[in-house]
């Protein structure tokens, strides 16, 4: 049974940085779509980013695009989200996503709140 465990999340200010881990266990996640997902309070879940197992990269438009970046450590089966620059509107629980085909892997999230 597959697992992720996201960490990473905090209060920071605007203008800040963090980096989101994902951790995932249990069972080989090669040739899955890596992905985080957020939720603003009172939106619905937004696509951030995702990475391939051949290190193909998409972000969301704006606005993440150019602010957020996604990697891996395949090494340590983890993928990480570095979020630089963050603003206010950035404040949501993050969500990793392990998904190919039918099957799909949610984490519990983590909470990145920014003050301004």
């Known amino acids: 049974q597959g697992q992720l465990v996201e960490s990473g999340g905090g209060l920071v200010q605007a203008g800040d940085s963090l980096r989101l881990s994902c951790a995932a266990s249990g069972r080989t996640f090669d040739g899955y779509f890596m992905k985080w997902y957020r939720r603003a309070p009172g939106k619905e879940r937004e696509f951030v980013a995702l990475?391939?197992?051949?290190?193909?990269?998409?972000y969301s438009e704006e606005p993440v695009k150019g602010r957020f970046y996604i990697f891996k450590d395949s090494a340590k089966n983890t993928v990480y989200l570095q979020m630089n620059s963050l603003q206010t509107e950035d404040t949501a629980i993050y969500y990793c996503n392990a998904a190919l085909g039918a099957y799909n892997y949610w984490g519990q999230g983590t909470q990145v709140i920014v003050s301004s």
């Open positions: 990475i391939m197992t051949n290190g193909g990269i998409l």
